[in-house]
């Protein structure tokens, strides 16, 4: 049988785009875990995290933990992520957003107690926008 | 599409097109960026911020969409040899690159109050940024091509390959845990903006996508306008 020159490279195409999705797919899954932007507190009480390693915390902000020392620049506040959680004490300015029941991530090392050192504190957008009436209405709820 | 494969016949469309998509793209964004800037409330947490998002969103959109009409050129260029394949890719090219490094640009903007940050190496923003250098690759490619007298059928594998970014960008905040939030706009679930915020989204959005089509199209006018006048030089050198 003769194939056509055209539907020979659509064929040769649509494997070639087979086979990349494929090996995409793979490595999608090889990185799964490598390629996350921060551990969680869950992370750390299965003992996944090695203290003294540079790595991020991310979690939420855990309500009524936030703390600030006396010499007004020390916060200390809890990061949990629903089933677990994880004492952090960070030195420094932080962001505008970070706030009790909100979103952080934390950049520092875990010392051997378990405690997160961070040296730099990110707030963590959630994918919700609202004005501020609106926001009142749902916290009031 | 092999109807207007007769570059006269596509130049017949184009022309009225390109007028019409650019006095609609323009219209609707000056009507989206107004309505943005004046009329919508500022967000509860991010203040006025939250503004830049009119413009961020179609730049992403915009920068993938870019890519994605790239390797539909030039899949029917490498299956079907379609003749304003090539153009058509590299008419679109330096239009994509603008908008991912705008959105490069207005997401940093806006990560510096929200999140601290000018720049973070997560899942998102990485692979955002990859996206623009496959842009810059791609022109330097498709031009080095066309200088050689090639048919552009390097460029265009290199579109097809370049494909597989897309569903990387746009799936990195479901498959890994990024700094950058979740999508807030989808089919299944409705949007998590707020109506009174959302509003001028979809004009801006439908309003730079009319001028990047405009561009493009501009943009191959421009390219089979000059492919004709080098064969005409060619014609009369041999004469």
Redesign the interface.
């Known amino acids: 049988m003769k194939v056509k020159p055209k539907h020979q490279r659509l064929v040769l195409v649509v494997l070639a785009a087979a086979a990349m999705i494929g090996a995409v797919l793979l490595a999608m899954w090889g990185l799964q875990d490598r390629a996350a932007y921060f551990v969680t507190p869950s992370d750390i009480a299965a003992g996944k995290a090695a203290p003294d390693k540079a790595m991020r915390l991310g979690g939420m902000v855990e309500k009524g933990s936030l703390k600030r020392d006396p010499d007004g620049v020390t916060v200390r506040f809890t990061v949990s992520d629903g089933k677990s959680e994880t004492p952090v004490v960070f030195r420094g300015i932080t962001p505008d957003l970070f706030k009790e029941g909100s979103g952080v991530v934390a950049e520092g090392r875990l010392d051997p107690n378990g405690l997160f050192v961070a040296d730099n504190i990110l707030a963590k957008h959630d994918e919700r926008y609202m004005p501020p009436q609106m926001a009142n209405e749902v916290a009031a709820r | 599409m092999h109807g207007y494969a007769n570059p006269t016949r596509f130049l017949k469309i184009a022309r009225p097109a390109t007028a019409w998509l650019f006095g609609i793209g323009l219209l609707l964004l000056v009507a989206g960026a107004w309505g943005g800037l004046t009329m919508?409330?500022?967000?509860?947490?991010?203040g006025d911020t939250?503004r830049i998002?009119y413009i961020h969103v179609p730049a992403a959109w915009l920068g993938m969409a870019g890519w994605a009409s790239i390797a539909a050129a030039s899949?029917s260029q490498?299956?079907?040899r379609h003749p304003l394949a090539a153009v058509a890719g590299r008419a679109i090219a330096p239009a994509g690159a603008t908008f991912a490094a705008l959105c490069l640009a207005t997401g940093s903007i806006w990560g510096r109050?929200?999140?601290?940050?000018w720049w973070?190496?997560?899942?998102r923003l990485t692979s955002m940024l990859i996206l623009f250098f496959l842009y810059l690759g791609y022109i330097a490619l498709a031009s080095a091509e066309r200088e050689r007298g090639g048919d552009g059928r390097m460029a265009a594998l290199f579109g097809?390959?370049g494909a597989?970014n897309l569903?990387?960008i746009h799936y990195s905040v479901l498959?890994?845990?990024?700094?950058h939030?979740?999508?807030?706009i989808s089919i299944a679930q409705g949007s998590?903006?707020?109506p009174?915020?959302?509003w001028p989204l979809p004009l801006t959005m439908l309003g730079f996508t009319a001028l990047f089509a405009a561009v493009a199209l501009m943009r191959m006018r421009a390219e089979l306008a000059r492919q004709k006048v080098e064969a005409r030089l060619r014609r009369s050198m041999a004469e």
């Open positions: 919508t409330p500022p967000d509860y947490l991010q939250v998002l899949i490498l299956v079907w109050p929200t999140w601290g940050t973070e190496w997560d899942g097809v390959v597989i569903p990387i498959w890994w845990r990024t700094l939030q979740g999508q807030s998590s903006i707020a009174e915020l959302l």
